[in-house]
């Protein structure tokens, strides 16, 4: 790529993560939960909630609504969606079996662990997020595609039907997908060198039709996963991203597969978490947290006082601190899950914490533990009238990815490569720091803050939740969970409130502007917390169902996206 463009990309992109900040109202009038009876599916998208429950309806289970709904977010939210990037899915049977699926891109057999240092040793700015070099091997059909064949009832081509009608007829854009498509249109042009499908002067309420797109997906339901991975998608693919700097060959994507995995389990009170495990940190962090959050009474804290946020934020940075040093993908390193997890540890980590000060985040480093060598995503959860349940994130990374578009194909690709450490002690764009068992190598996962969450209450099916939301995605879950569990919230008003995070560096509380009484942070300030209201503006974009005690179903969706619960 030309000096001149690359410094050109790096100026917009700075100008774009910037508009990012601008304060986005989040209404004040409580949204009311959505309750049915028999199933129910939440994401980001109507229309795909919408096509969940008709292949509900038509006698499909969750594993099939999985495909649909995560198909039909592809034609309808650009932003984020699966095909060009990956994801996680946790399951629950209804008989109670568990399970993982790892769908998370993959480093290039080409790539190496310097890969994004000039010669200096200094990371380049955009290289990890945008174009070509920023792209891992997509997981996303292969995901889809391994759920179905082990789980699913309904024929692909069923499946899919609606949504290739969806792309072919087209949705209607929102009010909130106007303003991003206007946001991103000159990064759009110029990462793209021309204008794409969305850079036309799209308004609120105009359709979009994405003909490519279903063109693709029809080539995808005759000839199944192998077409995205070894067929004419395949060839279309690699053929486009060496022409933009890829790296990415049909070595790289025939070599593709999905991995089961076993899912993350710990008890809270009564309470049975069950989330996902590395490559993503998700599961064990919100592991780690709720351990050392268990001993402390925060119902009698009270929601989101300075007592709450204080316990909350000392947890979280401890936790992350030991993420950034023992995470990264199992397959390449080892990672110590049983003893992180353990409640021995949690006390260790707790040892020095005291309701005082605040503890700073420089003298905190990650635990030792002996013998041990050493902002886009969308969740959807969905409960099928059979009674299982999952809950599923997906992601291209940032917003629209690498903001490289196929025409041809009809989507975007992921920027996921960002997710390793380029270099130990260089936050990636989450601010989050990594190192070597987060360095990139050939065919290795990235790092994940991904956490699609189950939650068994009595040994029953309880919650299905998750967010998007990068390094905030662990604390949004955590604190919707507590907000049903300590403080009995129901699932949309749990979700509703404000939220703060804390990730060990930077040192600081990150809160959702005019959430917190002023008084509130006055005292976090005087006891030694930095706070930040104006990094934010909102904190995740939570998804979720919860089994209310009568056997109703409540369908949580976040007003702070378009997102909508749809039950029957
Ligand atoms: O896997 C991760 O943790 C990130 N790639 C997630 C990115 C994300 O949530 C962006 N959304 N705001």
Request: glycine letters at 10%.
């Amino acid at each position: 790529m030309k000096k001149a463009l690359k410094i050109y990309l790096i100026l917009l992109l700075s100008i774009v993560s910037c508009k990012k900040e601008k304060a986005v109202s989040i209404e004040t009038v409580d949204k009311p939960g959505t309750f049915s009876k028999n199933a129910m599916v939440v994401s980001a998208r109507e229309e795909a909630s919408k096509i969940g429950i008709a292949t509900l309806k038509k006698g499909g289970n969750v594993f099939d609504a999985l495909m649909a709904t995560e198909m039909a977010l592809s034609v309808t939210y650009p932003f984020a969606g699966s095909i060009g990037g990956g994801g996680f899915l946790v399951y629950r049977l209804a008989d109670g079996e568990k399970g993982a699926l790892d769908y998370r891109e993959k480093a290039p057999l080409a790539a190496n662990k310097d890969m994004y240092l000039d010669e200096n040793g200094e990371v380049i700015k955009g290289k990890s997020t945008i174009g070509g070099m920023a792209v891992g091997v997509p997981g996303g059909i292969a995901g889809i595609f391994e759920a179905h064949q082990k789980f699913g009832n309904l024929e692909i081509e069923d499946i899919l039907k609606p949504v290739i009608e969806l792309a072919t007829n087209g949705y209607a854009v929102t009010q909130m997908q106007h303003e991003r498509f206007l946001e991103y249109d000159s990064l759009f042009v110029a990462v793209n060198g021309k204008p794409i499908l969305y850079s036309k002067q799209i308004k609120p309420g105009d359709t979009i039709r994405n003909l490519k797109l279903a063109e693709t997906l029809t080539r995808i339901a005759t000839n199944g996963r192998d077409e995205f991975y070894k067929g004419k998608t395949a060839e279309i693919l690699v053929d486009f991203l060496q022409n933009h700097d890829g790296i990415i060959t049909l070595d790289d994507l025939s070599r593709y597969q999905a991995k089961w995995r076993k899912p993350i389990e710990f008890r809270y009170d009564n309470y049975n978490v069950i989330s996902m495990p590395p490559p993503s940190s998700g599961g064990i962090c919100l592991g780690q947290i709720m351990t050392m959050l268990e001993p402390f009474d925060l119902k009698d804290f009270g929601h989101n006082s300075v007592k709450y946020i204080q316990a909350l934020s000392e947890t979280e940075k401890r936790a992350y601190a030991d993420r950034s040093y023992y995470l990264g993908d199992p397959d390449f390193v080892e990672i110590p899950t049983k003893m992180l997890l353990s409640h021995v540890y949690a006390q260790e980590r707790m040892a020095d914490f005291t309701f005082e000060a605040a503890t700073p985040s420089d003298s905190i480093s990650y635990g030792r533990i002996a013998g041990f060598e050493s902002d886009e995503t969308t969740h959807y959860s969905i409960v099928d009238q059979f009674g299982n349940a999952i809950a599923v994130t997906v992601t291209l990374n940032g917003a629209y990815g690498s903001k490289l578009f196929i025409d041809e194909l009809g989507f975007f690709l992921n920027n996921e490569m960002d997710d390793f450490s380029s270099k130990p002690g260089v936050p990636n764009m989450f601010g989050l720091l990594g190192a070597e068992a987060n360095s990139i190598a050939p065919e290795k996962r990235m790092l994940s803050s991904m956490t699609p969450t189950l939650v068994e209450k009595d040994g029953e099916l309880f919650m299905s939740v998750g967010t998007p939301g990068g390094s905030t995605i662990i604390t949004s879950v955590l604190q919707t969970i507590l907000n049903v569990v300590e403080f009995n919230m129901p699932m949309q008003k749990a979700i509703d409130q404000k939220r703060f995070h804390h990730q060990w560096l930077p040192d600081e509380i990150r809160m959702e502007p005019n959430g917190f009484p002023k008084t509130t942070i006055k005292t976090l300030n005087e006891l030694g917390y930095k706070t930040n209201e104006s990094r934010s503006p909102i904190i995740g974009k939570v998804n979720g169902i919860l089994i209310l005690d009568d056997g109703t179903i409540e369908g949580g969706a976040d007003k702070r996206g378009d997102d909508t619960a749809i039950g029957y």
